[in-house]
């Protein structure tokens, strides 16, 4: 016998070993799958994400500049400029269970300006939810943000909770974010 057709018997007989170890299995049968939970009314997640408004900055809202007195825009005269820069939203069914509320967090920052003093300052923040031209919800939310006296610049977190999206708004509904002027 020749060292090809010998390795060829082996690999023939290794084969039949665990085809017969196999038919010999002692191993438990599988479980039969548990029975699908019952469907329940409401909104599943799916559903509600592709519901859930985008949140967008409008751009033309968020940057703005305070001078005193009001008017004299000079350099000199700055007291305060506000930005917003990075915002998430999250949706959530009403307990009504008719709409959505959004709930919304934007990052600003507040640098002070050559008039600017260490204290409370309040920066008015629009939130709309627009469905192409018509406004659905509008509101000015007051930000009270806390000017420190070293550095005078800080940045703060806004947030706007339960915001009323109702379920026949459109795919082109957004929520729009900007600093109120």
């Given at each position: 016998?020749s060292?090809?057709?010998?390795?060829?018997?082996?690999?023939?007989s290794?084969?039949?070993?665990?085809?017969?170890?196999?038919?010999?299995s002692?191993?438990?049968p599988?479980?039969?799958?548990?029975p699908?939970l019952?469907?329940t009314?409401?909104?599943?997640?799916?559903?509600?994400?592709?519901?859930?408004?985008?949140?967008?900055?409008?751009?033309?809202?968020?940057?703005?500049?305070?001078?005193?007195?009001?008017?004299?825009?000079?350099p000199?005269?700055?007291?305060?400029?506000?930005?917003?820069?990075?915002?998430s939203?999250?949706?959530?069914?009403?307990p009504?269970?008719?709409?959505?509320?959004?709930?919304?967090?934007?990052?600003g920052?507040?640098?002070?300006?050559?008039?600017?003093?260490?204290?409370?300052?309040?920066?008015?923040?629009?939130?709309?939810?627009v469905?192409g031209?018509?406004?659905l919800?509008?509101q000015?939310?007051?930000?009270?943000?806390?000017l420190?006296?070293?550095?005078?610049?800080?940045?703060?977190?806004?947030?706007?909770?339960?915001?009323?999206v109702?379920?026949?708004?459109?795919?082109?509904?957004?929520?729009?974010?900007?600093?109120?002027?």
């Amino acid at each position: 016998m020749s060292f090809r057709q010998t390795s060829r018997l082996t690999s023939l007989s290794a084969i039949a070993l665990i085809a017969v170890l196999s038919a010999c299995s002692t191993s438990k049968p599988e479980p039969e799958p548990a029975p699908a939970l019952p469907v329940t009314p409401g909104m599943n997640l799916t559903a509600m994400m592709r519901l859930c408004p985008q949140a967008m900055l409008d751009d033309d809202d968020t940057f703005n500049r305070v001078y005193s007195p009001a008017g004299a825009e000079k350099p000199e005269n700055l007291v305060y400029q506000t930005s917003l820069t990075d915002f998430s939203r999250a949706c959530t069914v009403a307990p009504t269970q008719d709409g959505l509320l959004v709930q919304l967090s934007v990052a600003g920052r507040l640098v002070g300006g050559p008039k600017a003093r260490p204290g409370v300052y309040k920066v008015p923040v629009r939130v709309e939810v627009v469905s192409g031209s018509t406004a659905l919800y509008d509101q000015v939310i007051t930000k009270e943000v806390t000017l420190p006296a070293d550095g005078l610049s800080t940045q703060f977190l806004f947030e706007a909770s339960n915001i009323p999206v109702p379920v026949t708004a459109g795919e082109n509904t957004r929520v729009r974010v900007g600093i109120a002027k």
